[in-house]
């Protein structure tokens, strides 16, 4: 298996330069910050053009929120808040992770997750006709925003 990581890091100057990068997809990360309610916000833009430029069901979608390590009173971001989002955005629950950089927290279990997402989606093809390996030439993409 292939990744192509993409980490636009939010920023508006990459909105252009993002659309070709969505092309053959197999899954899309959104991206936020614990200790930021902004980036949280700002992930229903990201959503919403992934949406417009991906037009296949077999797209895992998963959020990722990190600080974990941070204590509750330093963080913006409430679980209501995540769980909410998720559910508007069709994100299932074994999607969402909490993670720390910094102490590693959870970072080994979201990757293997997410591995694990994209193989089960490609063994069902886009017309949901079950494939034993995904072809070779195929690259799976995880794009953070």
Known sequence: MQFAIFDTAGRERFQSLTAP????INLVLLVCSADSGVTLTKLCKWYGEAKNYIDDAAVTYALCITKSDLPAEDKEVTRGEIDSFAEHC???QKHI???S?????NVLHMVKELCAAVIESNQIDRLGNESLVP????????VLS
């Open 21 to 24: 990068y969505y092309r053959h």
């Open 90 to 92: 069709g994100i299932l």
């Open 97 to 99: 992770f909490e993670i």
């Open 101 to 105: 950089a910094k102490t590693g927290d």
């Open 135 to 142: 072809e070779p030439s195929e690259a799976s993409s995880l």
